[in-house]
C-alpha cells in the first residue's frame, strides 16, 4: 500500500454549505506521486469544530477529485490527507493600520540589530489602542474635572482650590505619559518610528503638540502656590 501526507492549511471564517477555494500545495520526490483513493482526514491540535472541519475537508476532497483522486474511507486508502486548520483574528482600523505597522516597525529600513524589538502578534496592536485610548480619555476626564473644580472654588479657601488643581495635574500626567512615553520614548525611540522612511519624525513632533502644553501646565500648577 503506498501511503503519502498531504497537509493543507486552510483560513478559517467560512461555514456556510458553499465550498470555498481551496490550494493544494503538494511536494514529492524525484516524480509526483501517481493518482489513487484518498482519505480526508483531521490533523491532531485543530480546533474542536467539527462543522467547520468538514467544511474545509470537503474542500480539500474536491480539489484532490479534480486532479485525478478518488475519494476512500479511512481504511484501504492509498493515501491519507490531513487537513489543519487554525482560528486567527484581524483586528481592522485605528489597530491594525496604524498601531499595528508602528509595533511591527514595517515603515522602518529594517535594520537586523533591531528588528528582534518588533512585535507582529495581532492581540499586540489592540493591546496598544487600547492603552493609548484609556490614558488619552483619562487625561481629557480628569482635566476637565480639575479644571471645573478650580473655577468653582475660585472664592473658596485655598485647600478646596487645591483639591481642583490635583484632578487637573493628574491629567496632565497622564497626557505625558501617553504623548510623551507612549509615543516619543517608546513608538519613536524603541520602536524606531524616527526612522520611518515616509514622514520619518512625524509621530514625535506630533506627540509634541499634545506634550508641551501638557507639560507647560503641569510645571505652571505645581509652581502655583497658596498666596501668603
Not at 511536494?27 to 462543522?51: K, M
Not at 491519507?80 to 529600513?109: C, E, H, I, K, W
Not at 524606531?192 to 509621530?203: E, R, Y
Amino acid at each position: 500500500m503506498r501511503s503519502a501526507i498531504v497537509r493543507a492549511a486552510l483560513p478559517s471564517g467560512a461555514s456556510s454549505a458553499t465550498v470555498p477555494s481551496v490550494e493544494v500545495t503538494r511536494f514529492h520526490n524525484g516524480s509526483p506521486a501517481q493518482t489513487g483513493s484518498i482519505a480526508v482526514q483531521e490533523i491532531p491540535g485543530n480546533p474542536d469544530v467539527g462543522l467547520e472541519f468538514r467544511t474545509y475537508a470537503g474542500a480539500v476532497s474536491q480539489e484532490l477529485q479534480r486532479v485525478g483522486f478518488t475519494s476512500a474511507g479511512d481504511a484501504g486508502s492509498d493515501y491519507v490527507a490531513l487537513v489543519g486548520f487554525r482560528r486567527s483574528f484581524r483586528p481592522t482600523g485605528t489597530a491594525r493600520n496604524a498601531v499595528g505597522p508602528l509595533l511591527a516597525m514595517q515603515d522602518t529600513y529594517q535594520t537586523p540589530g533591531l528588528m528582534w524589538r518588533a512585535i507582529r502578534a495581532d492581540w499586540a496592536c489592540m493591546l496598544g489602542l487600547a492603552v493609548i485610548t484609556t490614558l488619552e480619555t483619562l487625561a481629557g476626564l480628569f482635566a476637565a474635572a480639575g479644571v471645573v473644580l478650580m473655577i468653582g472654588r475660585l472664592k473658596g479657601p485655598y485647600a478646596a482650590f487645591a483639591k481642583g488643581k490635583a484632578w487637573a495635574m493628574l491629567g496632565a500626567l497622564c497626557a505625558i505619559a501617553v504623548w510623551g512615553v507612549g509615543f516619543m520614548v517608546v513608538a519613536g525611540d524603541w520602536f524606531m518610528a524616527w526612522q520611518a522612511k515616509k514622514d520619518p519624525l512625524a509621530v514625535q513632533l506630533g506627540a509634541l503638540i499634545y506634550l508641551a502644553p501638557n507639560a507647560f501646565a503641569l510645571l505652571f500648577l505645581m509652581l502655583q502656590r497658596e498666596p501668603r
